[in-house]
Antibody
Framework: QVTLKESGPVLVKPTETLTLTCTVS??????????VSWIRQPPGKALEWLAHIFSNDEKSYSTSLKSRLTISKDTSKSQVVLTMTNMDPVDTATYYC????????????WGQGTLVTVSS | SYELTQPLSVSVALGQTARITCGGNNIGSKNVHWYQQKPGQAPVLVIYRDSNRPSGIPERFSGSNSGNTATLTISRAQAGDEADYYC?????????FGGGTKLTVL
């Protein structure tokens, strides 16, 4: 059974750095046919793609947020970590991690999401 | 950067056919995926690579893609289909989502 679960702080202060962890099960981060992305959704708004990472450590970032994002993985722990620096209230959102299948390029499994609020 | 345009809302009578469009420059040359999101839940993949249904998705859901428009079609709409729908493509190794369409079943 494939699952992804996001974890991290529910509240961060402006200018702080956010660190989110996605713990996966039911598949391996070393599987060449799969990768993991982070996607966020501000309250009442659309989905916004942030970054992805594949088994060969290939990474890609949102053009608009690239300077603030870092994605990494620990295959032995089945975890993908996203850090976002210099948080601002506009970054308040539900953050999802999702699995991507390289053969279809679609997101077939999603985590439940974690709401992060940026406020002083 | 590549942009996807969706109508904010679509309404459909119960049992009728709903069509949700996703516009983009030459989108027909890309693979389009569609996700359904109900309130308080994570998105669910309903169509991948233009017209393929994942296991467990009813045949009522279908997709097409040509020219500058991709379309998600929901036949015999049910109350349970009421949700937000997002299209998604890849452009230069980055994923792009449409703005989402709220489907209302009347």
């Amino acid at each position: 059974q494939v699952t992804l679960k996001e974890s991290g702080p529910v509240l961060v202060k402006p200018t702080e750095t956010l660190t989110l962890t996605c713990t996966v099960s039911g598949f391996s981060l070393s599987n060449a046919r799969m990768g993991v992305s982070w996607i966020r959704q501000p309250p009442g708004k659309a989905l916004e793609w942030l970054a992805h990472i594949f088994s060969n450590d290939e990474k890609s970032y949102s053009t608009s947020l690239k300077s603030r994002l870092t994605i990494s993985k620990d295959t032995s722990k089945s975890q993908v970590v996203l850090t976002m620096t210099n948080m601002d209230p506009v970054d308040t959102a539900t953050y999802y991690c999702a699995r991507i299948l390289t053969v279809t390029t679609s997101y077939d499994y999603w985590g439940q999401g974690t709401l992060v609020t940026v406020s002083s | 950067s590549y942009e996807l345009t969706q109508p904010l809302s679509v309404s459909v009578a119960l049992g009728q056919t709903a069509r949700i469009t996703c516009g983009g420059n030459n989108i027909g040359s890309k693979n389009v995926h569609w996700y359904q999101q109900k309130p308080g839940q994570a998105p669910v993949l309903v169509i991948y690579r233009d017209s393929n249904r994942p296991s467990g998705i009813p045949e009522r859901f279908s997709g097409s893609n040509s020219g500058n428009t991709a379309t998600l079609t929901i036949s015999r709409a049910q109350a349970g289909d009421e949700a937000d729908y997002y299209c998604q493509v890849w452009d230069s190794s980055t994923a792009v989502f449409g703005g989402g369409t709220k489907l209302t079943v009347l």
